[in-house]
């Protein structure tokens, strides 16, 4: 007997844990928090009232509204609306439903009429039916596509199939009210549907392509015994619909009749007004009018979860009349809420329990959380005390110390707290008499002011430590309010700074200091004593938060999350985070959870990677407080913040990666919006002319979750083959692209779906391979022609330079001819006529004839002399230009008519015989024509040469003359002709009254003169 009463007991107490467990487990699934986006009439959503939603195969959501249809991509909203009466091609702009085919088009019902959108085109067509009482407005509801690519549709009242190739109408049925509901993918055969009437609903059934029969529920009190309107639908099998309407939730088997009513939530009644089966889970969203969005578990057959509105989270549903619900295949939730538009949210995003709200507690920004004991958690408030929470932190038990800020909250020995107010003030609770009382401090030294205390740690059983301003302090609580802080003169007097912020316990015998932002300091711990060991590491940043994993000790800094590896002699400092680091947990598989200025991150330290998450995966908000963290019951994390608590379940926390192929939304050509491309969406091919090459891509990463954050990638091959890593949605410009073909490509990291596009360049007609051979060929001829021309007028110069010379000759040989015949001609003749005229005899005897034969023959000899020297100066060929220029400068001074002054100093370069001759005779030429009509007393001739030029500077002070009006003689066009001969430039400069300078100009390769010793 006591056996069997024992044996009951055990059952029924394993029975109670069973059911209290499964109550938790349950309770751990669904309290998960979604937070939802909003999109309304400031975002672009033409109407907040929306009626129908359709996502298509490219991932654009649909939204019908009650004024307009609209196409959203997670980020921008594109309205569709009937500008007038007389476009009859555009749906109306009271949309019912959307539905699309197998080539990506859509049929849009509304209102007014139905409608086609060819998605490749971006054009709406209107279905022209042959009815009378569908020329003009009429209600339409597409609902299936079967099999036998046949159209089923409500239209004015009644529920037909229509036949698109034979454009053919066939009715299937009048027992309906506009709403027709099916449980089956589209291109299949069509056995069943359900309707739903004014009340109630009909299952039509049928058979061949025609109805056999139509059963109504809940529209006669006679058969079903309630009466209701019916919402909407969601098929779990051919047994099992489950119904919302005005009696809520109701489950209905249609083969039995037997149906169950659930119409209440919290002991309230409720109105149904949408429902849909939560992806993976036996959960129903149930949307309500007033209640919010309810969750339904089937197995447990009761409501498990309600999300209401909000007005204090942002993040919160719109309102609480939900009239449409979607989830699609990457459990993506879209609700319309009647009047404010549309929320959606991942259903698989990972999502923090959220705790302790503004309307819960108008002040939770959480400084300290504390888990007392296996039945509550304190949590410090910046200024309202603490909260006293139940365990799973579900509900609010009490409040303690209302009106003081709380700045620290330390357990003690024998479960008393210590709590540290945020004006300096200390309060001990005593778990014995369950109070708290104030504690009065004092230092062992003198000090002004309030102490700064930066940390408190539990040394060891009987020992308390407290990092102050001071250095470090033993703490001790007298029974009598004290709280007494010893300065540890051991180890505050080795520390250059005594400024201490952190102290860390690494084992029982080895500590570590860190002074205020300067460095670690190890220390020893034995027999009671305390000892210096040596510097760890420099650290010229705050220290939040420390934990030791092995030997790693982990630093949780305002310079981000440190590691140091203690264990060794030498010790590295490595960053593992970038951010301002407030807080720093490990959880049971030995990772950190560490809270941030900047969010909250995972660290895995065996992979050593990290993760960041955000307020987009459910954070009360993204900066988190010092040392509010702590371990609760099963593992868990709870961590404060500005904005309450986030719950962390290490073994389910893993971040959220949907699936997204992102989409070229628009296309510009030369900026303009490109119109031959019909749909950009639709595009894979640009065929552009040559002057049509600056390219301008708009893209959505098509993200419903985060698509500013999405990262997508893009790349033009054939004009930057390298990758470029972009975020979110966006237009890239290709300016200026030359001819060719291109392939652009968009990525997104995370799935690797991709978009390609494929762009055709073609070049203007004289890039083309015809135009290049044509003017190749002419070119060709051309340069031959001019070739013919160029020797032709070659060989006429070289004759004109050969006419040119032998005139210069035959003027040479003339004036030779005039010297001789006018000087030595004339002194032979005189001598001829002064020996005739005279008496031979006499001029022998006298001696006179042969001095008078001597001066003449002198004479002519010099005449000879001279004009030789013209012909060939005998020096200029032995002895180069400047000894030659320098002979003829002394003969023709020797004369006494004019001065000649040479100046050779700055000349070293080596001139060809050619050169030398040339410019020798284009001396005596401008020394003639000065000596001859010039008038002037001096000529300077300087000769230099500087880098690759030779450079004679000829000058005289005579009278000058106009030389553009000059006529050309004999010696300027001698000059000439030299000068060219010797491809040489000279430039005349003179005027009247102004003298003549003349600068020849050699361009030559400069060699310069070897050295001579001496």
């Given at each position: 007997m006591q056996n069997l009463l024992f044996l009951h007991i055990r059952s029924s107490l394993c029975l109670f844990l069973l059911l209290i467990f499964s109550k938790q487990s349950l309770l751990a699934q669904t309290n998960k928090t979604l937070l939802f986006k909003h999109l309304t009439q400031e975002n672009g959503l033409s109407d907040p009232t929306v009626r129908a939603l359709h996502l298509d195969k490219d991932g654009f959501l649909w939204i019908g509204t009650e004024n307009g249809l609209n196409r959203f991509d997670g980020t921008n909203c594109i309205a569709y609306k009937k500008q007038s009466a007389k476009n009859n091609t555009s749906p109306g702009n009271y949309i019912t439903k959307i539905i699309e085919d197998k080539d990506g088009s859509l049929i849009i019902g509304s209102q007014s009429n139905l409608v086609k959108y060819d998605k490749k085109t971006d054009a709406f067509s209107l279905y022209r039916f042959k009815l009378d009482k569908l020329k003009q407005n009429y209600y339409s509801f597409p609902f299936y596509i079967d099999n036998q690519d046949v159209l089923w549709v409500y239209l004015a009242g009644e529920v037909y199939k229509y036949h698109a190739k034979a454009d053919k109408l066939v009715k299937i049925t009048d027992y309906s009210n506009g709403f027709q509901f099916v449980n089956k993918p589209f291109y299949q055969e069509l056995k069943q549907f359900i309707s739903r009437g004014v009340k109630g609903i009909y299952i039509n059934k049928i058979q061949g392509g025609r109805e056999i029969s139509a059963t109504d529920f809940f529209m006669s009190a006679e058969k079903s015994h309630v009466v209701s309107h019916i919402e909407d639908v969601y098929s779990q099998s051919d047994s099992t619909l489950w119904l919302v309407g005005d009696k809520g939730l109701m489950e209905l088997n249609p083969k039995t009749k037997n149906f169950k009513i659930f119409e209440l939530f919290n002991d309230k009644k409720f109105t149904g007004t949408a429902v849909a089966k939560y992806p993976g889970k036996p959960w129903l969203l149930v949307g309500t009018n007033g209640s919010g969005l309810l969750l339904f578990d089937l197995s447990a057959r009761k409501f498990i979860r309600q999300f209401k509105h909000s007005a204090s989270d942002p993040n919160s549903i719109s309102a609480n009349y939900i009239r449409r619900i979607l989830i699609d295949k990457k459990n993506n939730l879209f609700l319309s809420v009647d009047k404010y538009g549309l929320d959606y949210t991942n259903l698989d995003q990972v999502i923090f329990p959220r705790y302790v709200s503004k309307e819960e507690s108008p002040d939770n920004d959480i400084t300290s959380i504390l888990n007392y004991s296996n039945l509550e958690v304190w949590c410090g408030t910046k200024s309202s005390g603490i909260k006293v929470y139940t365990a799973d932190l579900s509900r609010l038990a009490r409040t303690e110390l209302t009106g003081i800020g709380v700045n620290k909250l330390i357990k003690l020995k024998d479960q008393n707290v210590l709590l540290e107010s945020n004006n300096g003030e200390y309060y001990l609770f005593t778990a014995k008499n369950k109070n708290f009382k104030r504690l009065t401090v004092s230092f062992s030294n003198q000090f002004k002011g309030k102490a700064n205390v930066h940390q408190f740690i539990q040394f060891d059983k009987d020992t308390l430590l407290a990092a102050t301003e001071f250095g470090v302090a033993k703490v001790t609580i007298t029974e009598n309010g004290l709280i007494f802080f010893d300065l540890i003169s051991e180890v505050n007097r080795s520390l250059p700074w005594n400024n201490v912020q952190q102290v860390i316990k690494l084992t029982d015998e080895k500590f570590l200091v860190q002074t205020y932002y300067t460095a670690l300091y190890l220390y020893s711990f034995k027999n009671n004593k305390f000892s210096y060991v040596k510097e760890v590491g420099r650290v010229p940043f705050a220290t939040n938060s420390c934990l030791m994993l092995g030997n790693d000790l982990f630093l949780a800094t305002s310079s981000g999350l440190l590691r140091f590896n203690v264990g060794g002699s030498r010790t590295k400092e490595i960053t593992l985070i970038d951010a301002?680091?407030?807080?720093?947990?490990?959880?049971?598989?030995?990772?950190?959870?560490?809270?941030?200025?900047?969010?909250?991150?995972?660290?895995?330290?065996?992979?050593?990677?990290?993760?960041?998450?955000?307020?987009?995966?459910?954070?009360?908000?993204?900066?988190?407080?010092?040392?509010?963290?702590?371990?609760?019951?099963?593992?868990?994390?709870?961590?404060?913040?500005?904005?309450?608590?986030?719950?962390?379940?290490?073994?389910?926390?893993?971040?959220?990666?949907?699936?997204?192929?992102?989409?070229?939304?628009?296309?510009?050509?030369?900026?303009?919006?490109?119109?031959?491309?019909?749909?950009?969406?639709?595009?894979?091919?640009?065929?552009?002319?040559?002057?049509?090459?600056?390219?301008?891509?708009?893209?959505?990463?098509?993200?419903?979750?985060?698509?500013?954050?999405?990262?997508?990638?893009?790349?033009?091959?054939?004009?930057?083959?390298?990758?470029?890593?972009?975020?979110?949605?966006?237009?890239?410009?290709?300016?200026?692209?030359?001819?060719?073909?291109?392939?652009?490509?968009?990525?997104?990291?995370?799935?690797?779906?991709?978009?390609?596009?494929?762009?055709?360049?073609?070049?203007?007609?004289?890039?083309?391979?015809?135009?290049?051979?044509?003017?190749?060929?002419?070119?060709?001829?051309?340069?031959?022609?001019?070739?013919?021309?160029?020797?032709?007028?070659?060989?006429?110069?070289?004759?004109?330079?050969?006419?040119?010379?032998?005139?210069?000759?035959?003027?040479?040989?003339?004036?030779?001819?005039?010297?001789?015949?006018?000087?030595?001609?004339?002194?032979?003749?005189?001598?001829?006529?002064?020996?005739?005229?005279?008496?031979?005899?006499?001029?022998?005897?006298?001696?006179?004839?042969?001095?008078?034969?001597?001066?003449?023959?002198?004479?002519?000899?010099?005449?000879?002399?001279n004009t030789l020297i013209n012909l060939s100066p005998k020096t200029l060929d032995e002895n180069g230009l400047i000894p030659a220029l320098q002979d003829l400068a002394s003969t023709i001074n020797r004369l006494g008519i004019i001065k000649i002054h040479i100046d050779n100093v700055g000349f070293s370069a080596i001139l060809k015989n050619a050169q030398q001759y040339a410019i020798y005779r284009i001396c005596q030429e401008l020394i003639n024509n000065t000596v001859k009509h010039a008038e002037a007393k001096n000529i300077y001739i300087s000769i230099v040469n500087r880098d690759d030029k030779?450079?004679?500077?000829?000058?005289?002070?005579?009278?000058?003359?106009?030389?553009?009006?000059?006529?050309?003689?004999?010696?300027?066009?001698?000059?000439?002709?030299?000068?060219?001969?010797?491809?040489?430039?000279?430039?005349?400069?003179?005027?009247?009254?102004?003298?003549?300078?003349?600068?020849?100009?050699?361009y030559l390769k400069q060699k310069n003169k070897p050295k001579t010793d001496g």
């Open positions: 301002n680091c407030s807080s720093l947990v490990a959880d049971k598989n030995r990772n950190l959870w560490v809270g941030t200025n900047n969010g909250l991150y995972f660290y895995d330290t065996r992979t050593q990677k990290s993760i960041r998450y955000t307020v987009a995966d459910g954070l009360q908000s993204m900066v988190f407080n010092v040392g509010s963290v702590a371990t609760l019951q099963n593992n868990k994390i709870a961590i404060g913040g500005l904005n309450g608590i986030n719950v962390i379940n290490p073994d389910n926390a893993t971040q959220f990666k949907s699936g997204s192929c992102p989409q070229i939304v628009s296309l510009k050509v030369n900026d303009k919006a490109y119109k031959s491309a019909d749909n950009a969406l639709s595009t894979s091919l640009l065929n552009l002319s040559h002057n049509q090459n600056t390219i301008t891509i708009g893209f959505s990463s098509m993200d419903f979750v985060n698509p500013a954050q999405r990262e997508i990638t893009y790349k033009m091959t054939g004009y930057e083959n390298r990758a470029v890593t972009t975020k979110g949605n966006g237009e890239l410009r290709f300016p200026n692209m030359p001819s060719g073909n291109y392939t652009f490509e968009l990525t997104d990291v995370l799935s690797k779906n991709k978009t390609v596009i494929s762009i055709h360049i073609n070049a203007p007609f004289w890039q083309k391979w015809w135009f290049i051979t044509v003017a190749c060929i002419t070119m060709i001829l051309l340069g031959i022609i001019i070739l013919i021309l160029y020797l032709r007028w070659l060989k006429h110069m070289q004759a004109l330079q050969l006419r040119q010379m032998i005139s210069f000759q035959k003027d040479d040989r003339k004036r030779i001819a005039d010297d001789l015949h006018d000087d030595l001609g004339l002194k032979l003749s005189s001598l001829k006529h002064y020996l005739l005229a005279g008496d031979i005899n006499k001029m022998i005897s006298g001696g006179e004839l042969r001095s008078l034969s001597v001066q003449y023959i002198d004479q002519a000899l010099q005449v000879l002399r030779f450079i004679l500077l000829y000058e005289d002070d005579g009278k000058g003359f106009d030389y553009p009006a000059v006529k050309r003689g004999y010696g300027l066009s001698n000059i000439e002709a030299h000068i060219q001969a010797i491809k040489a430039n000279i430039d005349i400069d003179t005027q009247p009254g102004r003298g003549v300078a003349a600068t020849i100009t050699i």
